[in-house]
């Protein structure tokens, strides 16, 4: 076989925890440090650390572990059901090196939307049906045309990248393997709205991203590429519910982190009272790709309603663990059983099964195995009592009984509610005791019909969306699974 060109180590976090900077010196040893470029998340984080070797007949090889010692396998449908559009560079470009990220295409569709007016800007992101990332799905579109629409030249643009859901890592990739892209992304967004100034707030617990990040926005104000567009770092100090858009300005402004009654929505009142425009990381890199081959291009991608492609880490009771991008209105089975490998054979060599697929985090639900034919889309998800939330999807097997998944969202809930509103502060921590009792199989029909009373007063009356969506774990796992909580019910045969 003739040698490779040029190596491509994976230096994102996960790769890093398995032992990248180990692998990444045996390959400059072998090869040269010239031949071998550091790079972000590979996606078959599962296997890492991951290395690729590219040939000069274009042939790819991948291989996994600290001697590169696992030769994995590019033609797996992992990676050919693909489409990468937010992730197009990620894996292959310098993630600490702006000229690598030029030389890929980098800011090609920032020159090209400068040329445009603002209203062309945002018609052509309206074109290509984008939603927001972050979880709730607004039409990105139109929130930008909201702002743009607001009075006064002093406008903000704030990228969220929080990302605080269990189970979800696709901001972090974004951030660590392709930061100019958000980077240009926002700077897009700028020009749309008629901001001057920019805020990414990103969470503490991603040390390496932030590095990259301060890096990587030294290096394009230096190189005058973002054309005045000024972007500052604030970082955040763990708390999950600062994700949530109106807490997430008062952290900015330098306040605590709680959320506040909207409206006022950001688009009209945001930081400092300012028209402020704020999307999630992965929403803002889709923006280059939908500016560069047009709205339609984009909008021809996915279902009627859920356009274009989505990030999914995959996790959980799954043989191949790590970061895709397919298109919307891809089936769970699809994602589950043919790129993911379904659940893994266990110890006895008995085959394992599906038992359900958990999207949507803390806000979200389990979708049973049942019904794994469903489209991820936004709509198909929330018909089942579950939502696309911003990605994480973790598989579940039947090792794991769904009060005590129940349990574990309430639980981090109730550690992460700001305390403000009543129903959320006590509901949460009542919601977790009665979970107990159905997780230690002492509850009682009283407590079940008491778990689903106390499940629609937290979601009705809580102020923030952490408490209006605390409880779809639990209601969706009664939905589907409620023979486990009658089961659990004391007396009830095991
Ligand atoms: C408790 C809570 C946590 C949230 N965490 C995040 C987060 O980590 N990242 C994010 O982008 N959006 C998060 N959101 C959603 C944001 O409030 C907001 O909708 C989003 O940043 C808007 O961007 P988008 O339109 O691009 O999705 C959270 C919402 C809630 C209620
Ligand atoms: S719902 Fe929970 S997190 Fe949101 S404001 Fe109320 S107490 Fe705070």
């Known amino acids: 076989m003739k040698a490779a060109i040029s190596w491509r180590c994976c230096d994102a976090t996960s790769c890093r925890a398995a032992g990248a900077a180990a692998l990444r010196q045996r390959l400059v040893a072998q090869h040269g440090v010239e031949r071998v470029k550091s790079v972000g998340c590979l996606r078959l984080c599962g296997q890492g650390p991951l290395a690729a070797a590219d040939h000069e007949d274009g042939r790819v090889e991948l291989f996994g572990g600290v001697a590169a010692e696992r030769q994995l396998d590019p033609e797996h449908p992992f990676f050919t059901l693909q489409r990468s559009v937010v992730l197009e560079r990620c894996g292959l470009v310098d993630p600490g090196c702006l000229d690598d990220a030029l030389a890929q295409g980098a800011y090609t569709a920032l020159a090209a939307c400068r040329q445009l007016a603002p209203k062309a800007v945002v018609e052509e992101l309206e074109r290509s049906g984008l939603r927001g990332r972050g979880g709730a799905g607004y039409p990105t579109g139109r929130k930008w045309q909201l702002v743009a629409a607001q009075p006064g030249s002093s406008k903000v643009v704030v990228c969220n990248a929080d990302e605080g859901d269990p189970g979800a890592f696709m901001d972090r990739a974004v951030l660590e393997g392709d930061p100019h892209r958000l980077l240009e992304g926002m700077a897009i967004a700028a020009h749309a709205v008629g901001a001057s100034e920019g805020f990414i707030y990103v969470r503490a617990e991603y040390p390496l991203a932030i590095e990259r990040l301060r890096r990587a926005i030294a290096a394009a104000e230096t190189r005058g590429v973002l054309a005045g567009f000024a972007i500052q770092l604030r970082i955040g100090a763990g708390a999950y519910v600062c994700g949530e858009e109106t807490a997430l300005l008062h952290s900015i402004e330098g306040g605590r ?6 409206p006022p929505y ?8 300012l028209p402020t425009l704020i999307n999630n990381v992965e929403t803002f890199a889709a923006v280059p790709a939908i500016l560069r081959q047009g709205g339609a291009w984009y909008g021809a991608m996915g279902t009627a309603t859920s356009k274009g492609t989505k990030v999914f880490a995959l996790s959980g009771a799954i043989t191949h663990t790590g970061l895709i991008e397919v298109e919307m209105g891809t089936s769970l089975r699809t994602i589950v059983e043919t790129m993911g490998g379904g659940v893994p054979a266990n110890p006895n060599g008995s085959l394992g099964v599906v038992k359900a697929v958990q999207t949507g ?8 195995a049942a019904l794994l034919d469903t489209p991820v889309d936004y709509e198909s998800l929330q018909a089942l009592g579950s939502i696309m939330g911003s990605g994480g999807m973790v598989v579940i097997d039947e090792s794991l009984a769904m009060p005590e998944l129940a349990r574990y969202f309430m639980g981090f809930c109730a550690a992460e509610s700001c305390g403000k509103c009543l129903p959320c502060r006590a509901g949460t921590v009542q919601l977790e005791q009665l979970l107990d009792r159905f997780v230690e199989r002492r509850a009682t029909g009283a407590d079940l019909v008491q778990l689903e009373q106390l499940c629609g007063m937290v979601k009705a009356t809580s102020l923030c969306g952490l408490g209006q969506s605390a409880p779809n774990p639990v209601l969706s796992t009664l939905r589907f699974f409620r023979a486990e909580y009658e089961a659990a019910i004391a007396g009830a045969a095991p």
């Open 266 to 273: 950001p688009a009209v009142s945001g930081l400092w009272g």
């Open 361 to 368: 985090g803390p806000s979200g639900g389990c979708v049973p």
């Open 257 to 262: 982190g709680t959320p506040r009654p909207r």
